[in-house]
Nanobody
């Protein structure tokens, strides 16, 4: 059974860093491309970073150069290192399959990231 559990969010000042984790079960990262998404109230959930089975990554322009997606295939855990955080990064962050290629599984609870002074 597939499970996705996000963690690592919190309150951070502008310019700070956080590292999110997505602990999974039932997913083989060598088979499924994965992604991080975020959602703010009243807006659709947005894919912000993705990693394909071969390890290639892509990012939306708003996080490029600040966020890094990575994975531990053996565990399997998906990560999102977020640096130089801005108030606009405030959102609930989720992990799931990369919906460019695979229909997303049921969404987890997500983890709240709040960037504020």
């Amino acid at each position: 059974q597939v499970q996705l559990v996000e963690s690592g969010g919190g309150l951070v000042q502008p310019g700070g860093s956080l590292k999110l984790s997505c602990t999974t079960s039932g997913i083989d990262f060598s088979v499924y491309p994965m992604a991080w998404y975020r959602q703010t109230p009243g807006n659709v959930r947005e894919l912000i970073a993705a990693i394909r089975t071969a390890g290639t990554t892509r990012y939306v322009d708003s996080v490029k150069g600040r966020f890094t997606i990575s994975r531990d295939v053996a565990k399997p855990i998906l990560y999102l290192q977020m640096n130089s955080l801005k108030p606009d990064d405030t959102a609930i962050y989720y992990c799931n399959y990369d919906n460019t290629w695979v229909r997303p599984h049921l969404w987890g609870q997500g983890t709240q990231v709040t960037v504020s002074s």
